[in-house]
């Protein structure tokens, strides 16, 4: 098992990196040099800019030596690890843990949490805990002449690392759970790109089929007159004609799959590009599924729902459909659809006689890569990627999503509701 993160969702983009670190440097810079020479405070110059040197230098082969975009997880740790080392370096040389700049020895690792894997952030925790200690025990004096006057009693002295390592641990696990969050709602969100782009694809595939249709209906049509004459040439010689009718027949075989193919609004597929009503959707989806379910499908529908066109739209048909298939996949024998409309509002209301959603996900519902732990369902369950994908690209089609269990029957009951002028959007 590798050490270090490899996905992609674990990486540093390095011009962010750098410029940060190159403020950083500035800032160290400018710091040793202004007490120094300026407010007169003395300790060793030389070697701190040496140390600041050794962070320049470390830059430069950033900019200029590596070649990546992106700093994966285990180059990004090597790079933090050496910003702890060198600013540890320079709060040695000038106070160790009672100078005031010690509070930015946490900040690398708080950065680290948000973009590095969980062990490679647990070791950066473990070594600047560990420096934090050091600090506090071995260190060179405040610069002269601070340290003739910075006398504190042990009880502060010692309160300085323990609150920075508890502000440590405590932040660390904040940005680590956001960070957390963060990537699984990207690596969702891909998915859902992944799957959408298929889709697009499929329509475009529809397209071309229709393109190659047109065009290669009058080759076929040419084909079929020679070949009828070629019938009438050698209808005395058995041998030929037998070919030749092969031929004919194969012909007509070619035609029959191009007209199939042919996507015409208003005679071959109603469903591609005209404009649809919510129940001519449902429908449609209901259909796809009673073709390879055994379920027995419920639908009603008042007579306002049948009376608004909207666009036809990838995303609500494949939100839809993950829905209904939802409550087809966890229903016992019956799925129940209610679209209900008026002059302002549309809403479908989509319920199962399943056993409903577990305690421990209702609360989660549209969270990507939520499982149950309930035995009876968890070998059907998947991972809450179809509920997230419905409900992600449903509400970006101005839809509210309420997901609950129902309260007349014993399944799940998911509530989508649009208002008809954002309908019209669509």
Not at 7 to 34: C, D, E, M, P, V
Not at 80 to 86: A, E, N, P, T, Y
Not at 297 to 309: A, D, K, P, R, V
Not at 327 to 355: H, L, P, Q, R
């Amino acid at each position: 098992m590798e050490f270090f993160e490899t996905s992609k969702y674990f990486s540093l983009k390095k011009s962010t990196y750098i410029n940060l670190r190159s403020i950083a440097i500035i800032g160290q810079l400018i710091t040793i040099n202004l007490i120094y020479f300026i407010f007169g405070l003395k300790f060793n110059l030389v070697l701190g800019n040496l140390i600041i040197l050794a962070g320049i230098l470390s830059n430069l082969y950033l900019l200029y030596g590596d070649k990546n975009t992106q700093l994966l997880d285990k180059t990004a740790f090597f790079f933090l690890l050496i910003d702890i080392s060198q600013l540890s370096c320079l709060l040695y040389l000038s106070g160790g843990i009672s100078n005031p700049f010690s509070i930015f020895l946490i900040i690398p690792t708080i950065f680290s949490s948000s973009y590095l894997g969980f062990k490679s952030n647990l070791l950066l925790v473990t070594i600047t805990i560990l420096l934090i200690v050091f600090l506090t025990f071995f260190n060179q004096p405040l610069p002269f002449p601070v340290s003739e006057h910075f006398h504190v009693d042990n009880y502060y002295y010692y309160s300085i690392p323990i609150s920075l390592i508890v502000a440590l641990i405590f932040l660390n696990y904040f940005a680590l759970t956001f960070g957390k969050e963060s990537r699984i709602r990207k690596e969702a969100l891909n998915k859902m790109e992944e799957i959408m782009s298929k889709e697009h694809e499929l329509l475009s595939l529809g397209g071309q089929a229709a393109a190659a249709a047109h065009s290669l209906g009058t080759p076929f049509s040419t084909m079929k007159i020679i070949s009828s004459d070629l019938l009438k040439q050698f209808k005395d010689k058995p041998q030929i004609r037998k070919d030749i009718d092969l031929l004919v027949s194969e012909i007509e075989r070619c035609s029959e799959i191009l007209k199939k193919l042919t996507l015409n609004p208003t005679i071959e597929d109603d469903f591609i590009d005209r404009d649809l009503t919510i129940i001519d959707y449902v429908n449609e989806i209901i259909k796809s599924f009673r073709e390879t379910s055994k379920k027995e499908f419920i639908l009603n529908f008042n007579q306002y729902s049948n009376s608004l066109n909207i666009t036809k739209s990838i995303e609500i048909v494949y939100g839809l459909r993950n829905f209904i298939g939802n409550a087809n996949k966890f229903s016992k024998n019956k799925v129940f659809i209610d679209i209900k409309s008026d002059d302002n509002i549309t809403e479908i209301i989509i319920e199962d006689d399943g056993e409903g959603y577990p305690n421990d996900v209702l609360r989660k519902i549209g969270e990507p890569y939520v499982k149950s732990f309930k035995s009876s369902i968890k070998s059907k369950s998947g991972l809450g990627l179809g509920i997230f994908i419905g409900k992600t690209l449903l509400e970006k089609n101005y839809a509210n999503i309420l997901c609950r269990n129902s309260k007349i029957r014993s399944g799940a009951e998911v509530n989508i509701k649009w208002k008809n002028k954002d309908l019209l959007k669509i």
